[in-house]
């Protein structure tokens, strides 16, 4: 079935990484630099963007988790593996 039978369209490239730029700013903004971390964003986005197999509705997220493994690899995250760290684990009763 093509687009054109499901009435969708194409998620732009440019679009996508704006969104991908938007939702890392927004998780990790206060953490990392803006000129990093926008960096970071794009990149992911464009290797994901460029699989042979990409489902468009799942960009987002994976580029996400691109961007936090990235940083967190750089040590960018170390404030926020502390906090991690410092949470206690819940169980179920």
Do not use: C
Not at 14 to 24: E, K, N, P
Not at 64 to 76: I, S, Y
């Amino acid at each position: 079935m093509d687009l054109t039978e499901t009435n969708e369209q194409a998620p732009d490239w440019a679009l996508m990484s704006d969104r991908v730029v938007a939702d890392a700013k927004r998780l990790y903004g206060s953490l990392v630099n803006d000129v990093v971390l926008e960096q970071r964003a794009r990149e992911a986005t464009a290797e994901i963007w460029t699989d042979s197999i990409k489902v468009t509705h799942f960009v987002p997220v994976l580029a996400l988790r691109r961007v936090r493994e990235q940083l967190a690899e750089a040590g960018e995250l170390a404030s926020l593996q502390q906090v991690a760290g410092n949470r206690t684990p819940q169980t179920n009763a």
